[in-house]
């Protein structure tokens, strides 16, 4: 069984537009994180959420909201879409979000704004 | 604030050479934690290893290796012994530890090194 899963892998679609991608973990843990990893595979934390609650939130537009239902599940909303929003998403998980805690990746969902 | 460097772009060896992959970084905090993560071709995100800043010893894993110096401030990565599967970018990245009531470890990712190993 895959640990942290996402959904849509690939997603094309045109500016302006909104969409969702999933994301859930089948580990236990009570931390999630949104990442975005642009062309140039640099990796930068978005979000993070601790039992349903934003713990961190970076600079983001506020075209992207996170939505966590609950603990297993950490999805992304984007609204009106922009060609710097082509890149690849990953979610991640932690145990419960202390510092020497690992985070396990899904396989990402990659982006793309035509 | 945290920062990690890897001032290697890309590195491109023959398979059964030996690599090393480095590190440094930047934290003002006494308690961190160092990790590194493989992202092969697939794309997907592996993690490799951590380290805490109060254990400085190196440790190994069959042909991996790894080297902590906090004099230095560095957690350099050896592939003994390269294989073609070991293509694929590698990533250091840091956590500072939180309050206790302050959950949401913020890791910080450096700009990740292209290891290419040729047949």
């Known amino acids: 069984d895959t640990a942290v899963s996402q959904t849509p892998k690939y997603l094309v679609t045109q500016m302006g537009n909104d969409k969702s991608i999933k994301c859930e973990q089948n580990?236990?843990?009570?931390?999630m994180y949104w990442y975005k990893q642009d062309s140039k595979k640099f990796l930068k934390i978005m979000f993070s959420?601790?039992?349903?609650?934003?713990?961190i939130n970076e600079t983001v537009p506020n075209r992207f909201s996170p939505k966590s239902p609950d603990k297993a599940h950490l999805n992304l909303h984007i609204n009106s879409l922009e060609l710097g929003d082509s890149a690849v998403y990953f979610c991640?998980?932690?145990?419960?979000?202390?510092?020497?805690?690992?985070?396990?990746f899904g396989d990402g969902t990659r982006l793309s704004i035509l | 604030a945290q920062k990690v460097t890897q001032a290697q772009t890309e590195i491109s060896v023959v398979e059964k050479e030996d690599v090393t992959l480095d590190c440094v970084y930047e934290t003002r905090d006494t308690t961190y934690y160092l990790f590194w993560y493989k992202q092969p071709p697939s794309g997907e995100l592996v993690f490799l290893i951590r380290r805490n800043s109060f254990d400085e010893q190196n440790e190994i894993s069959g042909r991996y290796s790894w080297n902590f110096q906090k004099s230095t401030s560095s957690f350099n990565f050896t592939i003994t012994a390269s294989q073609v599967v070991d293509s694929a970018v590698y990533f250091c990245?840091?956590?500072?530890?939180?309050?206790?009531?302050?959950?949401?470890?913020?890791?910080?990712f450096g700009p990740g090194t292209r290891l290419s190993v040729l047949p």
């Open positions: 580990l236990g843990h009570d931390t």
């Open positions: 990245a840091l956590s500072e530890a939180r309050v206790e009531d302050n959950y949401g470890q913020n890791f910080v």
């Open positions: 959420y601790n039992n349903k609650e934003l713990i």
């Open positions: 991640a998980s932690s145990q419960d979000g202390r510092g020497y805690q690992p985070q396990h």
